[in-house]
């Protein structure tokens, strides 16, 4: 299994640009979420997912949009970038939300917006 | 008020010691888990250790321990005889189902990063 996948690794992007920061898991989890984190703050929840058709905001998403079309697959769209949304990204899956499951983490991608 | 707090933002162990990170979480729900993230330099996410709420004894892991104190709402992490492959930052998390909120979801401390000493 390749668990997590998240491309690209790295991104520039100039203010007001969109684009796509692709996620992937062939575990067949149910739960998956993205995540920014940004220097003393800790890693914080953009959006999730609980399955195929549903999604619901976080802590922070504002300037971003998701959608899960498909189980393996949660892309996170930047609508209009912004400065502000510097940060390293973090994809994550986990079988369901029980509070037992572990999260599985991507790679992440880090996101530079000049 | 934060849900996750690490009061530690920085903490130094000599090599072979143990060496215990500090977290405390607020929550009013009966049913919650709470988690161990490893993150070293590299950058990715390693999961160390979870701890549920209904569960009356310390979860252990190898050389990770966590010592839960549920009445005082802490879920300190215990790393006893430190390596230098250790030193990496710490967060802690908690997974619940906020108040308003659809699912359940994960919230991270603001981390403590620890460094072995040779």
């Known amino acids: 299994n390749a668990g997590v996948t998240q491309t690209p690794k790295f991104q520039v992007l100039k203010t007001g640009q969109s684009m796509t920061l692709q996620c992937a898991q062939d575990?067949?989890?149910?739960?998956m979420s993205w995540y920014r984190q940004d220097p003393g703050m800790g890693l914080r929840l953009i959006h999730y997912?609980?399955?195929?058709?549903?999604?619901d905001q976080g802590e922070v998403p504002n300037g971003y949009n998701v959608s899960r079309s498909t189980t393996e697959d949660f892309p996170l769209r930047l609508l209009s970038a912004a400065p502000s949304q510097t940060s390293v990204y973090f994809c994550?899956?986990?079988?369901?939300?029980?509070?037992?499951?572990?999260?599985?983490f991507g790679p992440g991608t880090r996101l530079t917006v000049t | 008020a934060q849900k996750i707090t690490q009061t530690q933002p920085g903490m130094f162990v000599q090599e072979k010691e143990a060496v215990t990170l500090d977290c405390t979480y607020d929550?009013?729900?009966?049913?919650?888990?709470l988690f161990w993230y490893k993150q070293p330099s590299s950058g990715e996410m390693i999961f160390l250790i979870y701890?549920?709420?209904?569960?009356?004894q310390n979860a252990t892991e190898g050389r990770y321990s966590l010592n839960f104190q549920k009445a005082r709402k802490s879920a300190n992490l215990v790393i006893s005889a430190s390596q230098l492959g250790d030193s990496a930052m710490y967060f802690c998390?908690?997974?619940?189902?906020?108040?308003?909120?659809?699912?359940?979801?994960?919230?991270f401390g603001k981390g403590t990063k620890l460094s072995v000493i040779p």
């Open positions: 998390a908690m997974r619940e189902l906020p108040s308003g909120a659809g699912s359940y979801q994960l919230t």
């Open positions: 994550a899956s986990s079988w369901g939300q029980s509070t037992s499951y572990e999260q599985y």
């Open positions: 575990m067949n989890h149910e739960y």
């Open positions: 701890q549920g709420s209904y569960d009356e």
């Open positions: 997912s609980v399955g195929a058709g549903i999604t």
């Open positions: 929550t009013s729900d009966q049913s919650y888990g």
